[in-house]
């Protein structure tokens, strides 16, 4: 059975579009069963494709921004719908925790996956330069396999990272 993830960042133009992408594309590479959309807490951008910006950055790594934004709903936020809600940063992570009437288990921060290396929040690189894009997609990049992993229950990672060179020991 499919598991469901929504991403969501404020405006669905930056960051929660290429989680969905970079989700996309990792599920498919490890063959694993999953539906993925994403939205925004506001709904500035409602009807919009992703920022150009964005799309720009990703592309230049192979992903395919498509989705076009839209406006988180209280629906989406039924552990029925989606098994998974990733807030990109703790603000939009309480605007979702007071809409689902409290705290829900399965409204999480997408740094929840990370280690420590890693900011708390997903920084929104909207106002910011084009670095911010490729920080970003590296962020999604290191948690979007442990989010999977987690979702399929199992260790997709097997035998992916064996030392050869143990038995030259």
């Known amino acids: 059975m499919s598991k469901r993830v929504l ?3 404020m405006g669905n133009i930056c960051r929660s579009p290429a989680g969905e992408a970079v989700m ?35 592309e230049a790594r192979g992903y395919e921004l498509s989705s076009i934004a839209r ?17 990109m940063d703790s603000e ?16 999480r921060l997408f740094s929840d996956y990370l280690d420590q290396q ?8 909207y106002y910011g330069d084009e670095d911010g894009f490729s920080e970003v997609l590296n962020m999604l990049e290191a948690g979007c396999p442990i989010i ?5 229950g199992e260790d997709i990672f097997a035998g992916e990272f064996d030392d050869d060179d143990d038995d030259m020991i």
């Open 24 to 58: 996309k594309r990792f599920a498919e590479e490890f063959r694993i069963p999953v539906d993925v959309d994403s939205a925004g807490t506001h709904a500035y951008h409602v009807g919009e494709r992703a920022d150009s910006r964005m799309r720009a950055a990703a």
């Open 71 to 87: 406006k988180v709903t209280r629906d989406d936020l039924s552990p029925e719908n989606f098994d998974l809600v990733l807030a």
């Open 92 to 107: 939009n992570h309480a605007i979702l925790t007071k809409m689902a009437n409290g705290i829900a288990p399965h409204i």
């Open 148 to 152: 999977l992993q987690t979702l399929a």
């Open 7 to 9: 991403f969501v960042c």
């Open 118 to 125: 890693w900011p708390k929040d997903v920084p929104d690189p």
